[in-house]
C-alpha cells in the first residue's frame, strides 16, 4: 500500500519570503500523480499544483512550484513571495495512474507572518 | 454555480441517531467519492462510486452505506451514530480517463455527535 509523509506539523514563513514544504511517499509502481492540497480555515479543499511522474519537468504554477525527484521518492512544494492568504494546512496527496483514490500525508500547517 | 455542493455543512445529532449528507457535483463527472477528516485533520477515503457503481469501499463500517442515484449525486447515510462519528465528511468528484486526474472537493460536512 502507498503511504505519504508529511515530516513538517508546522512551517513558519515571513510575508514575502520563500518557503518549502517537505514530501515523502513509498511506492512500488512506476506511473502515479501527485498533488499539493491547500486548506484554508474555510476548510474548503483546493488543488494547488499536480505532477504526472513520468514527466521530469517540475510542475509550476504561479508562485508554487514542487521539486519532484522520483528516484528519491520526494515531492516537495515551493511557496515564492509568500502572501498572508497562502497560510492554510497544506496536505500532500498520491495516486496510482488508474486507480481513483487519494492517499493524503497527515498536512503541514503553514503560518505567515506579516 | 458550485461544482461539487454537500448539504447540510454542519450537523449536530446524538448518539444513535440516523443521519443523511448530500453531495451533487454539476462538473458532468463519472466519479465521486466520500473521504473523512477526523479531528486530527487526516484525509482518508471512505467511498468511490463510478457511473453508479461502488468501486471502492476502504473497510468503513457497515453504518455507512452510500447511494448513488446517479452519476450527478452521491450520498452518504450513517446508522447508529457513535461518538468517533464524529469528523469533517468531503465529497468529491472526478473524470475518469482524463490526463489530470484532478479530484474536485465539495465544502465538507461537519458532523458532531454528542
Known amino acids: 500500500a502507498q503511504t505519504v509523509t508529511q515530516s513538517q506539523p508546522e512551517m513558519s514563513v515571513q510575508e514575502a519570503e520563500t518557503v518549502t514544504l517537505s514530501c515523502t511517499y513509498d511506492t512500488s509502481e512506476s506511473d502515479y500523480y501527485l498533488f499539493w492540497y491547500k486548506q484554508p480555515p474555510s476548510r474548503q479543499m483546493i488543488l494547488v499544483i499536480r505532477q504526472e511522474a513520468y514527466k521530469q519537468q517540475n510542475a509550476t504554477e504561479n508562485r508554487f512550484s514542487v521539486n519532484f525527484q522520483k528516484a528519491a521518492k520526494s515531492f516537495s512544494l515551493k511557496i515564492s513571495d509568500s502572501q498572508l492568504g497562502d497560510a492554510a494546512m497544506y496536505f500532500c496527496a498520491y495516486r496510482s495512474f488508474g486507480g481513483n483514490k487519494l492517499v493524503f500525508g497527515a498536512g503541514t500547517i503553514l503560518r505567515v507572518k506579516s | 454555480d458550485t461544482a461539487v455542493s454537500q448539504t447540510p455543512k454542519y450537523l449536530v445529532t446524538q448518539m444513535g441517531n440516523d443521519k443523511s449528507i448530500k453531495c451533487e457535483q454539476n462538473l458532468g463527472h463519472d466519479t465521486m467519492y466520500w473521504y473523512k477528516q477526523d479531528s486530527k485533520k487526516f484525509l482518508k477515503i471512505m467511498f468511490s462510486?463510478?457511473?453508479?457503481?461502488?468501486?471502492i469501499n476502504e473497510t468503513v463500517p457497515n453504518r455507512f452505506s452510500p447511494k448513488s442515484p446517479d452519476k450527478a449525486h452521491l450520498n452518504l447515510h450513517i446508522n447508529s451514530l457513535e461518538l468517533g462519528d464524529s469528523a469533517v465528511y468531503f465529497c468529491a468528484s472526478s473524470q475518469e480517463g482524463t490526463s489530470a486526474y484532478e479530484q474536485y472537493f465539495g465544502p465538507g460536512t461537519r458532523l458532531t455527535v454528542t
Open positions: 462510486y463510478n457511473n453508479k457503481e461502488l468501486i
